[in-house]
């Protein structure tokens, strides 16, 4: 299986077995990213410099509007997409394995985790690995210390307060807190 095979395998949902042969190649596309992650958090670049660092993590070409405040973290980066004019700060964790789609001219807060793999409930098979991906509309706000969980998506104009669990899915235009994250409120 080819590492897009791959890829394209986790993003729409497939298991991996613990010590399977996938489960190996989870592992070689791990250390690509941890080599560009290294190579983003571990010295000053400009921001010219980190589109295409990030650029080259992602294995698309980010629009010259994209702004992301190091620390950045990833297990995969091959599953990402960032939209226009979308900001990512300090501390952020994307576990992407499962496909991340951010759109554009979106806020990602300070020490956002964004969760596309659970495991296996089975005691037995616990290091077995199902994936779900995380969908972010256009012109959305994540607040600091969230977590948003696998299969959820945030819809357009969304606004997800600080420290916010998000476990289910937020229709556009809502305003969503708390842990687990409830619906406040319309925009």
Same mark, same amino acid.
């Given at each position: 299986?080819?590492?897009?095979?791959?890829?394209?395998?986790?993003? %729409?949902?497939?298991?991996?077995?613990?010590?399977?042969?996938?489960?190996?190649?989870? $592992?070689?596309?791990?250390?690509?990213?941890?080599?560009?992650?290294?190579?983003?958090? %571990?010295?000053? $670049?400009?921001?010219?410099?980190?589109?295409?660092?990030?650029?080259?993590?992602?294995?698309?070409?980010?629009?010259? %509007?994209?702004?992301?405040?190091?620390?950045?973290?990833?297990?995969?980066?091959?599953?990402?997409?960032?939209?226009?004019?979308?900001? &990512?700060?300090?501390?952020?964790?994307?576990?992407?394995? +499962?496909? &991340?789609? &951010?759109? %554009?001219?979106?806020?990602?807060? $300070?020490?956002?985790?964004?969760?596309?793999?659970?495991?296996?409930?089975?005691?037995?098979?616990?290091?077995?690995?199902?994936?779900?991906?995380?969908?972010?509309?256009?012109?959305?706000? &994540?607040?600091?210390?969230?977590?948003?969980?696998?299969?959820?998506?945030?819809?357009?104009?969304?606004?997800?307060?600080?420290?916010?669990?998000?476990?289910?899915?937020?229709?556009?235009? $809502?305003?969503?807190? +708390?842990?687990?994250?409830?619906?406040?409120?319309?925009?």
């Amino acid at each position: 299986m080819s590492e897009n095979d791959f890829l394209a395998f986790t993003a %729409n949902g497939g298991v991996v077995e613990a010590g399977s042969p996938m489960h190996n190649m989870m $592992h070689k596309l791990s250390q690509r990213a941890l080599r560009l992650t290294a190579e983003i958090n %571990n010295k000053y $670049h400009n921001p010219e410099e980190l589109r295409e660092l990030m650029s080259e993590l992602t294995g698309t070409t980010l629009d010259e %509007n994209f702004a992301l405040f190091t620390p950045f973290y990833t297990d995969c980066g091959l599953n990402i997409k960032i939209g226009k004019g979308t900001f &990512i700060n300090m501390g952020c964790s994307f576990q992407d394995w +499962g496909g &991340i789609s &951010i759109g %554009n001219n979106c806020l990602i807060g $300070h020490n956002c985790t964004i969760c596309t793999v659970n495991h296996s409930e089975d005691p037995d098979n616990r290091g077995d690995m199902k994936f779900a991906g995380v969908e972010i509309g256009d012109k959305v706000w &994540i607040g600091a210390n969230v977590t948003i969980l696998p299969g959820v998506s945030i819809g357009d104009g969304c606004i997800i307060g600080a420290g916010a669990v998000v476990s289910k899915s937020i229709p556009t235009g $809502h305003m969503a807190i +708390g842990v687990p994250a409830k619906i406040i409120r319309k925009i």
